[in-house]
């Protein structure tokens, strides 16, 4: 009966409080969709990579514009997310048990408690293995469940499973190993789809062919060097299956080495298209790879 006898006073209590709360300013947060991030790596004439370069070593234009640098930092000094994408086409068999083990090394040695990594195997298809972990060992047990399998390569597939599905919803510095002939065959993607996709998640993509001894034929070695150089990664080529260790290695001091670039783009407009990048280096004998653009806002 109290209760009952309150129950008016309550009401008007609410009613007052969710007319002060109509009353007040409302707010929203806005993404800085001009900012651009850039990773790159330095070498000298010797192919060497330089550390230990600061903001002020570098210049960067987009679509020939000179833009203000308004974020740098060593990329040893952010978390790494690393999509292992593994080809499993009948084509490897010779080679697969070298991939594996080299590469659960390179996981093992690379791979902190603050990072993530995941493996894609495809072969007529693509599919997660493992999808983002810190551990180690669960990484290591997917790639040993890793076998060969049968016909077809959807390598593009792959790239767009894991950039748009699973790269581009985190943040920080994001690169993909791709270990394949680069010869797609069966994709429902297409090979500008596969960039679109990575550029997007703003992943690089390092290439190693999995073919011994330069025997690949067809478009698949320039798949492999179009997918990394316009992402700023690297393609490598093996003679023998031993090679993939030193491989591995230089993918792991590249990803040491990198240097996070940000920009806010002086370009405004929503217009979605292709932009231009160009990294360079203030000193003339140093080289900088970095991806060769992005895709602007739409809104």
Do not use: W
Not at 206 to 229: E, V
Request: proline share 3%; with cysteine.
């Amino acid at each position: 009966m109290r209760i009952m006898k309150q129950f008016p006073v309550v009401l008007l209590l609410c009613v007052i409080c969710l007319t002060a709360l109509a009353q007040e300013p409302q707010f929203t947060i806005r993404v800085d969709s001009n900012l651009v991030n850039v990773l790159c790596t330095v070498t000298d004439r010797r192919g060497r990579l330089i550390p230990n370069l600061t903001k002020d070593d570098f210049i960067i234009e987009e679509d020939g514009r000179r833009q203000e640098i308004v974020s740098f930092s060593k990329e040893n000094e952010l978390p790494l997310t690393l999509a292992l994408l593994i080809d499993t086409s009948g084509s490897v068999r010779e080679v697969l048990p070298a991939e594996k083990e080299t590469a659960a090394a390179f996981i093992n040695s690379i791979l902190t408690p603050r990072d993530l990594a995941m493996v894609i195997k495809f072969d007529k298809n693509a599919k997660v293995m493992q999808d983002f972990t810190e551990s180690k060992r669960r990484m290591a047990d997917a790639i040993d469940q890793v076998g060969p399998t049968g016909n077809g390569t959807a390598l593009f597939d792959a790239i767009v499973l894991a950039a748009r599905d699973h790269l581009a919803l985190e943040a920080g510095r994001k690169a993909m190993i791709l270990i394949s002939d680069g010869d797609d065959q069966g994709s429902s993607r297409r090979e500008r789809e596969a960039l679109f996709a990575a550029q997007s998640a703003d992943a690089i993509i390092y290439s190693i062919s999995n073919i011994i001894d330069g025997a690949q034929s067809g478009k698949g070695p320039d798949t492999l060097k179009t997918l990394s150089g316009e992402t700023g990664g690297a393609v490598f080529f093996i003679r023998r299956s031993t090679d993939f260790k030193g491989i591995f290695d230089l993918i792991a001091s590249e990803l040491r080495g990198q240097y996070s670039v940000a920009y806010k783009s002086t370009n405004t407009s929503r217009d979605g298209k292709f932009r231009n990048i160009k990294v360079l280096a203030k000193e003339p004998s140093l080289t900088v790879r970095a991806r060769k653009g992005y895709f602007g806002p739409t809104q």
